[in-house]
């Protein structure tokens, strides 16, 4: 790998919002070099080398835990795994706390996850390690908007340009703030589509069109991304039945001819077959789904790689 000398303006990574369209490509292009790392037989190189990465997740989480975890060891960092079960958190220790007792133990970075929007800010605000935000309730996911950009990327040569049409519970997803943040950025065009109880208000004051029609969206779409209901953040459904949605906004193979020739089909998990997608779309050959697995990793090996300082031991 080409050793990288430059870095990023701040010590943590809490969201798109405040990264400039020059960080973000700094990132997609270390990406590239960190997933030919996982290609090879051994597949880990040294730059984090002694330095310790804590894992605080105190939401339910499976690709991004891992993805993070993965990436760690493949730079070498020492990891340390934390979730809320079974931790002084059940006996009523608040995130500071925590947080303090963990600082204790000197770690290089923090990545956290948390179902209160601002948690990674306020660990951020306070404790000299990195902080990564891996999502924070319904405010933002930026490695998710990482390593979907760096995906369409990949597949297109390009994200200016690109027609990026965003389907489902656009109201409760941290993904969809993330990545209309990173897509408008990089001036790619944003659609977003759902039934106006799961639209927020003024979104459009983002730089996006909105339409309540999934057919509407599809036409002219290079990618289409679909989002999960999020019922665990709704209370209760936002329209009146899941068969219902389907039939009105499930990503069918039929729906998906109203699309252009080449369309990427993207969904950041995990899915809800039936509900918002057709299994045979989500297996299908338009699917990068896997893909975006594939390149978490390395999108999150850079963002570590990059907040320590992008030095690069070979």
Do not use: C, W
């Amino acid at each position: 790998m080409r050793a990288q000398t430059s870095a990023l303006r701040s010590k943590d990574l809490l969201g798109i919002e405040p990264l400039t369209p020059e960080e973000i490509t700094l990132i997609l292009d270390t990406a590239e070099g960190f997933k030919e790392v996982s290609e090879r037989p051994v597949k880990k190189v040294p730059a984090l080398r002694g330095q310790l990465v804590i894992n605080l997740f105190m939401e339910a989480s499976t690709r991004t835990r891992v993805s993070f975890e993965i990436a760690e060891k493949r730079l070498s960092a020492d990891t340390l795994n934390f979730a809320a079960s079974g931790s002084s958190v059940e006996k009523g220790e608040t995130l500071i706390d925590t947080a303090a007792n963990l600082m204790a133990m000197h770690p290089d970075m923090i990545v956290i996850r948390h179902k209160y929007p601002g948690a990674p800010r306020m660990l951020a605000d306070r404790l000299p390690a990195s902080i990564i935000n891996a999502g924070d309730g319904s405010h933002e996911h930026p490695t998710q908007a990482l390593l979907d950009a760096f995906t369409i990327r990949e597949r297109l040569g390009r994200l200016s340009g690109v027609n990026v049409s965003i389907v489902g519970d656009i109201a409760h997803s941290r993904v969809v703030r993330s990545n209309i943040h990173l897509l408008t950025k990089m001036k790619a065009n944003v659609t977003l589509a759902a039934p106006p109880t799961l639209i927020p208000a003024q979104v459009e004051e983002m730089g996006v069109r909105v339409v309540h029609s999934l057919d509407e969206a599809l036409e002219g779409a290079d990618v289409v991304m679909m989002l999960r209901i999020q019922l665990e953040r709704q209370g209760k459904l936002s329209f009146p039945s899941l068969r219902e949605y389907y039939n009105t906004f499930g990503l069918t193979g039929e729906r998906l001819a109203r699309a252009r020739e080449g369309v990427l089909v993207m969904h950041p998990g995990p899915m809800n077959r039936g509900v918002e997608i057709a299994s045979d779309v989500a297996d299908g050959p338009a699917s990068v789904i896997l893909e975006q697995v594939t390149n978490g990793v390395a999108v999150r090996m850079a963002v570590l790689y990059l907040l320590a300082g992008g030095h690069l031991a070979e």
